[in-house]
């Protein structure tokens, strides 16, 4: 009984992943049919053509480069404000703490459009009422990182947040009796036990903003970044360039994806030697 | 804080205050406030800014309620302003494609967390999160793809036998929704997927050993141990799905049929076709109310704190 079930799961699984990769596999198929509309359904033989045309779309690889732009500037503000308010609220108890919690959680339980409109009209009535022209009260990239990061310091402040639980506070106590300076006690005890939160923290950053689409939709003024772009080439008619893209993302996210298997089942096997070694 | 003070010193402190308080009044509070105090205003040029006729009114949300159009809701016909429409539209197949990812997830969530071999899980894991780093409007377009007249799903159905003739998936079988909602099954269920097996993870095999033993079949099992131990990430995924899932303006974008409507997509018109940013506000508005009712409903229906939803 048990094991049919456990067969069952099996078949399940392997229905799911099917479900997951089918799509992706035909996008990416449809980036090689010489057809003008994208699609691997009728086959009209082999082409590079879409990949040439990839390669030739200069507003794409300018999308692209805004896309980065904007991602590395999303975790330089995100993780020091992530991290800030982590700190700040573990110190604090009561229904201070509640409150805080409340504000620091709910721009990630908001719609990205809400976040996008809200920083628009904020930082445009700011231009409004101080009757400046200055380039931040205009829309533009600029408040695409501030929208973006409204709601990715939230990750940011949880993953730390999280990390902090389990550090010893004895530790800081020991550094300071030791004479220890203020920013010693952060710099050599506190940061390095956050690292690795921190280091996730800016890797979801980093991913979130280059996902974006709805707040950027709203605050980029006339600037593309990637996502935007992509939108625009699918309402307002798409060839198969898309999906050679879509191929070339794939592709890098396999080899990102084998890279840390790779060096994981590595990790495995040396801590496996070193038990054995210790026996 | 006077912990934060002796530790770190005034400088330091006075760093990670100012830190959290950029980002709590700029980035969420004001321009919160900001949207509220636009949502009652009426749309002016600049010029008019300021002047007489820039009084506080309802008059943006009056629009919500306005511009009644035929529906028909369980068979009754009613007439109903479009934008309400719309936004009960939204909410309902948000629902239910929240309900159909739980009903993907739960067993294979289970299967990950306490049937699978302990040394292929973190393959299977880093497998099933490669479609979460492909770009969200593109994996909507793979099934834009699939779903065309002309695409793959319906030559195979018809080349099986199992259509006769090929059939306009992205104008509904069911609903004019369904295209939609297939995207963003496909898109979000992993949103819901990673939380539950989270929770169940963390549930003590020998409670399940324990139910057996005392005779528990498997549904028993279940319904009375498992289920309420993943709680917390059965609310998680579903405040994250639903909200994901009526949030979305990618997906109604690229799979349309020719009567769907997302609320997203009137607020989008609102903001960038109309550029009458005040009842775009409005609208946003509404929005939020709907999403804190969400969370509250959930919340109580589960039983959980904010603190177990947002990890």
Redesign the interface.
């Known amino acids: 009984m048990t094991r049919s ?2 067969l069952l ?1 099996h078949l ?2 392997a229905a ?2 099917i ?3 089918v ?2 596999i ?2 990416a198929g ?1 980036a090689f049919n010489d057809n003008r509309l ?5 086959w009209k033989g082999f082409t590079w053509r879409w990949f040439q045309e990839l390669f030739a779309d200069t507003t794409l690889w300018v999308s692209f480069a805004n896309t980065l732009w904007v991602a590395v500037a999303v975790v330089v503000i995100a993780v ?2 992530g991290t ?2 982590a ?2 609220i573990n ?2 108890a009561g229904k201070v703490r509640g409150f ?16 996008g ?6 930082w ?2 700011m231009g ?1 009422v101080t009757g400046s022209d200055f380039i931040l009260f205009n829309p533009g990239l600029h408040l695409s990182v ?2 973006q ?2 709601f990715i ?2 990750f940011v402040m ?1 993953l730390v947040l999280a990390r902090l639980q389990s550090f010893d506070p004895g530790l ?1 106590e020991a550094a ?1 009796d030791l004479g220890a ?3 010693q ?2 710099r050599r005890i506190l940061l390095p036990h956050l690292y690795p939160a921190i280091a996730a923290g800016a890797a979801i950053a980093f ?1 979130q903003s ?2 974006n ?2 707040t950027t ?2 605050t980029r003024g006339t600037q593309n970044t ?2 935007v772009y ?2 625009s080439k ?2 307002s008619g ?1 060839t198969p360039t ?2 050679a ?2 191929l070339l ?2 592709i890098a ?2 080899i ?2 084998i890279w ?2 790779v060096a ?1 089942r590595r990790k495995e096997r040396r801590l496996a030697a070193l038990e054995r070694a210790q026996d | ?1 006077s ?2 003070l002796r ?3 005034p ?2 402190t006075l ?3 100012l ?2 308080a ?3 009044l ?7 406030i ?2 509220f105090e ?1 949502s009652f205003r009426p749309y002016l040029p ?1 010029t008019e ?1 300021g002047g007489p006729r820039d009084v506080y009114s309802l008059n943006n949300y009056a629009k919500f309620l306005n511009n009644a159009v035929p529906a028909s809701y369980f068979g009754i016909d009613v007439q109903i302003p479009v934008h309400l429409k719309t936004f009960l539209a939204t909410v309902t197949y948000s629902g239910v494609v929240t309900i159909v990812c739980f009903l ?1 997830s739960y ?2 969530a289970y ?2 967390a306490k ?2 071999n302990p040394k292929s899980l ?3 894991i ?3 999160s ?2 979460l ?7 909507a ?6 779903l ?1 007249f ?3 799903l319906n ?1 195979v159905l018809v080349g099986l036998g199992v259509l006769e003739a090929p059939v306009r998936w992205q104008n509904g079988v069911m609903t004019p929704y369904d295209g939609i909602m297939i995207g963003l099954t ?1 898109t979000y269920v992993l949103f819901m997927l990673f939380p539950i097996y989270g929770a169940i993870q963390s549930l003590d095999r020998n409670q399940i050993e324990a139910a057996e033993d005392l005779g528990a079949r ?1 549904w028993q099992i279940h319904w009375r141990v498992v289920l309420p131990h993943s709680r917390p990430g059965i609310a998680s995924g579903c ?1 994250m799905v639903f ?1 994901l899932s ?5 997906v109604p ?2 799979l349309p049929s020719t009567s769907s409507n997302w609320f ?1 997509e009137t ?2 018109q609102w ?2 076709e109309s550029q009458d ?1 005040n009842t ?2 409005a609208y ?1 508005f509404l ?2 109310l709907l ?1 804190s009712v969400v ?1 509250m409903v959930v919340m109580w229906l589960f039983r959980v704190k ?2 177990e939803i ?2």
């Open positions: 079930r456990h799961g399940y699984m799911f992943l479900y997951m990769f799509p992706l035909i996008m449809a994208p699609s691997v359904y009728p020091p404000i800030a308010a700190i700040l110190s604090i805080l919690y409340g504000v620091m959680v709910a721009p990630i339980l908001m719609p990205g459009v809400v976040i409109i809200s920083t628009l009209l904020f445009n009535s409004n501030l929208g990061v409204s310091a939230s949880l800081e300071m300076s203020n920013s006690v952060l991913f280059i996902e689409f709805n939709l709203f990637l996502t992509v939108f699918v309402r798409i898309i999906n893209l879509a993302m794939i996210t396999l990102a994806a840390y298997e994981r | 804080m912990e934060l530790r770190y010193g400088g330091l760093i990670f205050v830190l959290t950029f980002w709590l700029m980035l969420v509070i004001l321009p919160n900001t949207l636009a600049v800014i993907l067993p294979l299967y990950l049937v699978v973190p393959t299977l880093l497998l099933l490669i479609p780093w492909v770009s969200e409007a593109l994996r377009f793979a099934w834009y793809i699939i065309t002309n695409g793959p030559a496909y498997w405040v909200m009526a949030g979305s303006l990618l974008t690229v997203t607020i989008r903001m960038l940013w775009g506000a946003s929005y939020i999403c969370v904010l603190n947002a990890k």
